[in-house]
């Protein structure tokens, strides 16, 4: 894994084609050119399940876990990283 960018984000280097892959297989994805999207979201993640959702889902059973999950995969990632643009 490796930082893109200026801001926190990782790619997957040799692996973003299996991360690929494994989303066409398991994730559906829309989207909808609205003015205000924060209000849709709210809307959803108050009336659907959306575990993989952080963001506002707070209340969500599954928050605690995936984000522990998300704190330990990033500190992995951190200590591993391959490449330096430096």
Avoid: K
Avoid at 66 to 74: G, I, V
Wanted: one cysteine or more.
């Amino acid at each position: 894994m490796r930082l893109v960018g200026s801001g926190p984000r990782f790619a997957f280097a040799d692996r973003e084609q299996d991360l690929s892959a494994w989303m066409e297989r398991n994730a559906l994805v829309t989207w909808q050119p609205i003015e205000a999207s924060w209000q849709l979201e709210h809307e959803l993640i108050t009336s659907i399940s959306l575990p993989l959702n952080l963001d506002q889902n707070y209340s969500h059973p599954f928050h605690p876990t995936l984000s522990a999950w998300r704190r330990e995969a990033t500190s992995g990632a951190c200590d591993h990283l391959v490449w330096s643009w430096a």
